[in-house]
């Protein structure tokens, strides 16, 4: 009946909007931090151009996210990877999708 899609409320403006595409995602481990792991991240940099995880239900439900691949995790040491487009991402700022089953 809903053809496969789901219902989601429009922070911006409290509209809603139908889509068949959309996401579960968690705080990634860092041992699967890894060249190529598509990966979901806060649009929010903080110290040193390194994008953050919020800091606030709030600021995490209102501010814009984005996806990126893993390029280099050889600064992982100084808490941070490397994505697509050239931003540092906090480790612990880094969720990944959840496999639906």
């Given at each position: 009946q809903t053809k496969n899609e789901a219902e989601f409320l429009k922070v911006a403006?409290?509209?809603?909007?139908?889509?068949?595409?959309?996401?579960?995602?968690?705080i990634a481990n860092k041992e699967e931090l890894k060249i190529g792991l598509l990966v979901i991240a806060l649009d929010v940099a903080g110290d040193e151009d390194?994008?953050?995880?919020?800091?606030?239900?709030?600021?995490?439900?209102?501010?814009p996210w984005f996806m990126?691949?893993?390029?280099?995790?050889?600064?992982?040491?100084?808490?941070?990877?490397?994505?697509?487009?050239g931003?540092?991402?906090?480790?612990g700022a880094i969720r990944v999708a959840v496999d639906k089953k």
């Amino acid at each position: 009946q809903t053809k496969n899609e789901a219902e989601f409320l429009k922070v911006a403006d409290g509209g809603d909007m139908w889509t068949k595409f959309y996401w579960s995602t968690r705080i990634a481990n860092k041992e699967e931090l890894k060249i190529g792991l598509l990966v979901i991240a806060l649009d929010v940099a903080g110290d040193e151009d390194v994008y953050r995880a919020p800091e606030s239900k709030d600021e995490a439900r209102t501010a814009p996210w984005f996806m990126a691949k893993i390029t280099d995790v050889s600064d992982m040491y100084k808490g941070y990877v490397t994505v697509s487009g050239g931003y540092k991402v906090a480790v612990g700022a880094i969720r990944v999708a959840v496999d639906k089953k």
